[in-house]
Each structure stands twice: as structure tokens, then as C-alpha cells.
Nanobody, 126 residues
Framework: HVQLVESGGGSVQAGGSLEISCQVSGKFIGRHCMAWFRQAPGKEREGVAFIVSTNLNTDYADSMKGRFNISRDNAKNTPSLRMNSLKTEDTAIYYC????????????????????WGQGTQVTVS
């Protein structure tokens, strides 16, 4: 059974940076994607960034391209999201997610429905 636990959320001023991480416990069977989603108050959950577990290809939502960077430390089994040039509209609960998917491209991962979710970590930009 796979469990995901996010860490590193907090408050930051607009224009600043923050990095959040996701600790993965358990073992995936087969290929998979890792992803970050977010949900702002009063809005639907949206995909932020996606990474293929095997080749580390990535994809991002348009509004995050150039500002956010998803990476994965395979030795620690820890996907992270580095967020730069943060805006007040980036305020949200950020969720780590994993999907069983045999993807090669990040865009494929962006279309894969998550199988596992973390509990979320709050990011507040003011």
C-alpha cells in the first residue's frame, strides 16, 4: 500500500520561493507517474506539475511553466516541487499524487488519473 505525505508548506511573500516535498512509503507495482495538484479556496483541484517515474520527463500547467520545477530524488523516493516567483494566486493546498500509468511523456502523466493522494500541505502567498 502506497502512502504519500507532503511537507514544506508555509507562508511566503509574493515573489519569493518555496519548496515542498512528498515522502513516499510503500512500493509501486509497475510504472507510474508522480504529480502535484493544488486546490485554492472556492476553486476546483487542478494539476500543477507531473513527472514520469522512469525517465523523469515532466510537464506543467501553463501558468506554472518557467516558475515551478518538479523533480524526484530516486534514492530517497521523494518528489519535490520548487516554486519560484510566487504570486498571491498560488495560495492553495498542494497535494502530492501518484498514478499507475505506463507513460513516457510528462503530458501523458498529466492525463493519468491519480491512484494515490497525500493529505495536502498549505502554501500561503501574501
Amino acid at each position: 500500500h502506497v502512502q504519500l505525505v507532503e511537507s514544506g508548506g508555509g507562508s511566503v511573500q509574493a515573489g519569493g520561493s518555496l519548496e515542498i516535498s512528498c515522502q513516499v512509503s510503500g512500493k509501486f507495482i509497475g510504472r507510474h507517474c508522480m504529480a502535484w495538484f493544488r486546490q485554492a479556496p472556492g476553486k476546483e483541484r487542478e494539476g500543477v506539475a507531473f513527472i514520469v517515474s522512469t525517465n523523469l520527463n515532466t510537464d506543467y500547467a501553463d501558468s506554472m511553466k518557467g516558475r515551478f520545477n518538479i523533480s524526484r530524488d530516486n534514492a530517497k523516493n521523494t518528489p519535490s516541487l520548487r516554486m519560484n516567483s510566487l504570486k498571491t494566486e498560488d495560495t492553495a493546498i498542494y497535494y502530492c499524487a501518484a498514478a499507475r500509468a505506463s507513460c513516457v511523456s510528462g503530458s501523458c502523466c498529466a492525463r493519468a488519473p491519480p491512484t494515490y493522494w497525500g493529505q495536502g500541505t498549505q502554501v500561503t502567498v501574501s
